[in-house]
Structure formats: C-alpha cells, structure tokens
C-alpha cells in the first residue's frame, strides 16, 4: 500500500470505514482468509494514524452480490455517512468490494469527492479530487462490472453446453443424493431422511399426498354432515351415521 503521504489532519479527525463484503454464503463459510484480510484492513487503519476509536467496520453486506446496491444495508450505510461528511476514508481490500455496478460506484466516488473522503485499498490511496486518481477508480468500476459481465457469460455457456450433452444437474431437495451413475435416490443417512419420512423407508412424498387427501376427505365429509344435519331438522334429507368415517344417507321411516 502507498505511504499515508494523502493524508491530512481533517481525514484523521473523521471516521475511518472498513467495508467488508462477500458475494456468497458459500464464499463466507469456506473463503475464511479473505474474510481474514478485509478485518485486517483495521490494523492498516490504525498503523495509517487513525484512533481506535475512529475506526469503524461495517461488515453487513457479507454474502450479498455487489451486483447491486438492492438490499446492501452496508454499502447504503457507507454512501450516507460520506454524504453527512462523517468518513476521512473508505477502507477495502479491493474496489470491487464496494460495489459491482459502476453506476453505483460512480456515485459513491463522486459524494467521496465532494466531501474530501480517501479511498484506500491494497493498491494504493486515492483523492477523488486529483484527477488521476478519479480515472483510475473509474477505470477499476468498470473492469470490476465487466469481469462479472464475462464471468456470468462462462457459467450460462458452460450450462447450455452440458444441458446440450444432457448432463446438466441441479441441487436435490433434501432428502435425495445422486448415486455413482447419476440416478437420484433417497439419501441412506438416517438422520436427513427420519424427520422427513414417518417410517424412515423414503416415502415421504407418498405420505404427503396420502395426507392431503385425507385432510381434503375430511373436509368434504364435515360440510356434507352440516348439510345433513340441517336438513334432517327441516325433515327433507337425512344426518351423518357417525362412526363408520363414511357419509350415508337415508330417508327417515314413516
């Protein structure tokens, strides 16, 4: 990272934001040393002249897309405190981290340079009010929405190509894993299967049905004894002979 040499007193006086993000669940599960070097961005915060104390992180947009800024409470957070003058600099561990869309980057960078706000990230410092600077973040936006761009291309041909060979997969429900020739089967461990199945054998889906119509039989039978039930009292159709679980009608003896 390049010497604090941009960093003046006013920046030092307001709030250092380190914003930490990932695309994915799967990403913040699994990718935990990327997860490690974005918290580590505050002991870069610290080491470039900021107090603990003025060192905030806002790590509320973890496994949301950058794509955008929709339902990112974090990057939203971010773009009103620069607006209020709050922020002396946006930490992050790259650009793309703070959005996706140049759209939405564009207006965070122009608010940053309205308000006098740094951004920093692992490949240097940049004041959006020098002009070099502000070409640089602009060229990285838009790389970082074309690199998205290219990538969701790869994955949609590389799913049309496997569709064509008739091999594409999508994930089971639980309760069924894909045996060594592809074929879907009931999941053999115990423990997924038993809550799902009244007798462990699989049938779950069977007995769910069999549940509906039950319930929809039961329906049926307590509107028809309604029915019977006034009309026995009106002397024109019969009740329900209770016990039998069947709706019988009769006509009433003379």
Not at 41 to 60: C, N, T
Not at 84 to 102: D, F, Q, T
Not at 173 to 189: F, H, L, N, Q, W
Request: with cysteine; charged share 25%; aromatic share 4%.
């Amino acid at each position: 990272m390049s010497t604090p040499n941009k960093i003046r007193a006013t920046h030092l006086q307001r709030t250092a934001i380190v914003y930490v993000r990932q695309s994915t669940m799967a990403q913040v599960r699994d990718n935990r040393e990327s997860q490690a070097r974005q918290y580590g961005l505050v002991e870069e915060a610290a080491r470039l002249g900021w107090p603990a104390s003025k060192i905030d992180v806002i790590d509320a947009d973890l496994g949301i897309s950058g794509r955008s800024a929709e339902r990112r409470t974090g990057f939203r957070e971010v773009v009103s405190r620069v607006c209020l003058g709050e922020v002396g600099a946006i930490l992050g561990l790259e650009v793309a981290r703070l959005a996706r869309s140049n759209a939405d980057l564009a207006r965070l960078l122009e608010l940053a340079r309205l308000t006098d706000t740094l951004v920093i990230d692992t490949d240097g410092m940049y004041d959006l009010r020098e002009f070099n600077d502000r070409l640089l973040l602009g060229l990285k936006g838009a790389m970082s929405e074309a690199e998205l761009h290219i990538l969701a291309g790869r994955l949609h041909g590389a799913k049309r190509a496997a569709a064509e060979r008739g091999e594409l997969r999508f994930a089971l429900p639980v309760g069924y894993v894909r045996d060594a020739e592809g074929g879907t089967i009931v999941d053999p461990d115990q423990e997924v299967t038993g809550p799902l199945s009244r007798n462990g054998t699989g049938s779950y889906a069977k007995d769910s049905g069999q549940a509906v119509r039950g319930q929809a039989d039961a329906a049926t039978r307590s509107k028809t004894c309604s029915a019977g039930s006034l009309g026995s009292r009106s002397g024109r159709s019969s009740p329900c002979a209770r016990g039998s679980g069947r709706v019988k009608l009769y006509r009433p003896s003379r």
